[in-house]
C-alpha cells in the first residue's frame, strides 16, 4: 500500500481521537502534559490495536461488526456526552464526582469508542493481504499525535469558555457520536 494513502488513512482515523481529546482538555481543571499523554496512550493504543483487530478477524469480524459498529460508537459517546452534561449542570459542591477524562474506566470507553471505525480499516488491509505492522503503529502513532495536540487546544477552549466546559465537552461528544451515526445511516 502506498504510504502517502496510509499516511492519509491514518490521520482520517485520528479525527474523531482528536475531537474527544480537545472535549477532555476542555473540562480538566490544570492541564498537565502527562494529562496529554496519558489520554493519547489510550486512544493511540486503541486505534492501532484496533486495526490489528481488525486485520486479524478478516472476513467474519467484517460481518458481525458492520452492521451495528456506528451504532457501538454512538452509544457509547452519547453516554459518556450525557454524563457530562448532567454532572456540568449539577450542583458545584459535589466537585469530586465530577466527571474526570483522566479516570481509567472513562479511558478504556474513550478508546473504544473513537477507534470503532479502525476495525473497519484493518479488516481492508487483511481483504488487501497488506502487511499490518507499519499500518498499525503509524495509525496508533497519528492517534497519540494528534490526541496530545487535540488535549492541549481543548486546555485553550478551558480557559475561555471557564465554569460549563463540561457541557461543552459533553456536547462535543454527542455531536461526535451522531455525526458517526449519521455518516453510517444516511452516507454510508
Do not use: R
Given at each position: 500500500?502506498?504510504?502517502?494513502?496510509?499516511?492519509?488513512?491514518?490521520?482520517?482515523?485520528?479525527?474523531?481521537?482528536?475531537?474527544?481529546?480537545?472535549?477532555?482538555?476542555?473540562i480538566?481543571?490544570?492541564?498537565?502534559?502527562?494529562?496529554?499523554?496519558?489520554?493519547?496512550?489510550?486512544?493511540?493504543?486503541?486505534?492501532?490495536?484496533?486495526?490489528?483487530?481488525?486485520?486479524?478477524g478478516?472476513?467474519?469480524?467484517?460481518y458481525?461488526?458492520?452492521?451495528?459498529?456506528?451504532?457501538?460508537?454512538?452509544?457509547?459517546?452519547?453516554?459518556?456526552?450525557?454524563?457530562?452534561?448532567?454532572?456540568?449542570?449539577?450542583?458545584?459542591?459535589?466537585?469530586?464526582?465530577?466527571?474526570?477524562?483522566?479516570?481509567?474506566?472513562?479511558?478504556?470507553?474513550?478508546?473504544?469508542?473513537?477507534?470503532?471505525d479502525?476495525?473497519?480499516?484493518?479488516?481492508?488491509?487483511?481483504?488487501?493481504?497488506?502487511?499490518?505492522?507499519v499500518?498499525?503503529?503509524?495509525?496508533?502513532f497519528?492517534?497519540?499525535?494528534?490526541?496530545?495536540?487535540?488535549?492541549?487546544?481543548?486546555?485553550?477552549?478551558?480557559?475561555?469558555?471557564?465554569?460549563?466546559?463540561?457541557?461543552?465537552?459533553?456536547?462535543?461528544?454527542?455531536?461526535?457520536?451522531?455525526?458517526?451515526?449519521?455518516?453510517?445511516?444516511?452516507?454510508?
Open positions: 500500500m502506498d504510504f502517502i494513502i496510509l499516511i492519509l488513512i491514518a490521520i482520517a482515523l485520528a479525527m474523531d481521537a482528536f475531537a474527544v481529546s480537545i472535549s477532555c482538555g476542555i480538566i481543571k490544570e492541564v498537565k502534559l502527562k494529562h496529554a499523554l496519558k489520554i493519547a496512550f489510550f486512544t493511540g493504543f486503541f486505534q492501532g490495536f484496533f486495526t490489528f483487530l481488525g486485520w486479524l478478516g472476513i467474519y469480524i467484517a458481525l461488526i458492520s452492521n451495528f459498529d456506528h451504532w457501538i460508537a454512538f452509544v457509547l459517546l452519547v453516554v459518556i456526552g450525557a454524563k457530562m452534561i448532567y454532572e456540568s449542570i449539577k450542583s458545584n459542591s459535589d466537585e469530586d464526582k465530577k466527571f474526570n477524562p483522566l479516570k481509567f474506566s472513562v479511558l478504556i470507553l474513550l478508546g473504544i469508542a473513537t477507534s470503532i479502525a476495525l473497519a480499516i484493518g479488516l481492508s488491509f487483511a481483504l488487501l493481504n497488506a502487511s499490518i505492522l499500518p498499525v503503529i503509524l495509525i496508533g497519528m492517534a497519540f499525535s494528534f490526541s496530545v495536540f487535540g488535549v492541549l487546544i481543548g486546555k485553550k477552549f478551558g480557559q475561555v469558555f471557564g465554569n460549563k466546559v463540561e457541557l461543552l465537552g459533553g456536547l462535543i461528544l454527542i455531536g461526535i457520536g451522531v455525526n458517526i451515526l449519521i455518516d453510517h445511516l444516511f452516507l454510508a
